[in-house]
């Protein structure tokens, strides 16, 4: 019976010692993975919330989120997850705050209230992230462009866009690959970083 408190103990220090590293397991990770997105993050909060002023709080929301999820694993990738939180956290802040921002407001569909459409926050995210489609697409190559747009937007096959541009199916896989991951980056990132490829 002497023996069960000191066992008791081990317990706890060799837990307490795995939880140390684990811990440090994570900050090593979130330094590497996620510190380096700050800037982009910055860029998107400023860009997505009406009150300055919040940008700092809810980044470090963020942070405390991505931070709690790496406890039970490393999300991968990294990229699509931390600006996934932050832009859950902005609706929630915006559901919070009830602030329908003035560009809501200038459509009267969007300020009214209907019982199946999507919130005003949501259409004002959605406008504003049509926008930038819009303005990526503009900012790509010509054939790259109408590649993305016979696929995306149109539904043509590879083989059908192949057909209709006079290039082969490997040429259109790359336009489409190009265009798809310019667009990314505009979602993403400063539109004036947008690689225009091709």
């Given at each position: ?125 959605a406008r504003e992230e049509l926008t930038r489609l819009q ?64």
């Open positions: 019976m002497s023996d069960t408190p000191d066992i008791g103990r081990e317990d706890a220090i060799l837990r307490l010692q795995s939880a140390a590293m684990n811990a440090s397991k994570v900050r090593a990770w979130f330094a590497r993975e996620v510190l380096p997105l700050e800037a982009a993050l910055m860029q998107f909060l400023r860009r997505s919330l009406s009150n300055r002023s919040d940008v700092e709080d809810v980044r470090q929301d963020v942070y405390v989120r991505i931070f709690e999820a790496t406890r039970r694993e490393f999300p991968v990738p990294v990229r699509p997850f931390v600006f996934a939180v932050a832009r859950n956290l902005v609706i929630d802040r915006m559901r919070k705050e009830s602030i329908i921002p003035i560009e809501a407001v200038a459509d009267i569909e969007i300020a009214g209230v209907a019982g199946n459409e999507p919130a005003p926050d949501r259409n004002v995210i303005r990526g697409l503009e900012l790509l190559s010509p054939r790259i462009r109408e590649a993305v747009t016979l696929r995306k937007i149109e539904g043509l096959s590879r083989q059908e866009i192949a057909q209709r541009m006079g290039i082969s199916e490997h040429t259109v896989d790359r336009h489409l690959t190009d265009g798809m991951c310019a667009l990314a980056d505009l979602m993403f990132s400063d539109p004036s970083e947008l690689r225009s490829k091709g």
